[in-house]
């Protein structure tokens, strides 16, 4: 068998030609697997905290409307009753009152659990109330909830419970 040095010399250069093609061929994927990996992630991180800033906003103006009618309701005077819809979000695990004076939002997202807290100036309390708390659990179900505000014990507190 007879070495052919200039045979031996155009495979050699093909061979180099096709890996330098390779080379470049990965180093193309992997700029693109560099510019689309952080965008997907930066992507899916804006949307999270779009979620969870959207949740909170709907838990502000729920419980801030659910406050300026128990008030509204208070000084109507006796008898007086609002029956009060507000579509719930998914993540409220449970609604309760404190104190007759305080009425929190216990929250699930995607960075814990949190609670939601809004004062109101007036007594409020529930149908179901054990020591200090009152529970709101059948007002804390997902979509649309109706809530009735009434006025008793001669106007001096208000009741808030799911309207039937």
């Known amino acids: 068998m007879v ?4 045979k031996f010399k155009m495979i050699k250069a093909r061979v180099k030609t096709r890996a330098q093609s390779a080379l470049e061929y990965m180093m193309i994927v992997a700029l693109a697997l560099g510019i689309i990996v952080p965008t997907t992630y930066l992507f899916f991180r ?3 905290e779009s979620n969870i800033k959207l949740i909170d906003s709907q838990i ?6 659910m406050v300026d009618t128990a008030e509204t309701v208070y000084f109507s005077g006796e008898g ?5 819809e507000v579509n719930m979000p998914e993540n409220v695990r449970d609604i309760y009152i404190i104190s007759n004076r305080e009425l929190v939002f216990n929250l699930t997202t995607n960075i814990g659990e949190t609670e939601a807290v809004f004062f109101s ?9 054990q020591d200090e708390i009152c529970a709101l659990t059948d007002i804390a179900s997902l979509g649309l909830n109706k809530i009735k505000f ?7 507190q208000v009741l ?5």
Do not use: P
């Open 3 to 6: 070495f052919n040095a200039k």
């Open 46 to 48: 804006y949307s999270s």
């Open 60 to 65: 502000n103006e729920i419980g801030g409307s």
């Open 80 to 84: 007086s009753k609002i029956i009060l």
């Open 121 to 129: 100036t007036i007594n409020i309390t529930s149908t179901s109330c």
């Open 150 to 156: 009434q006025s008793f014990n001669e106007g001096k």
């Open 160 to 164: 808030i419970s799911e309207a039937e």
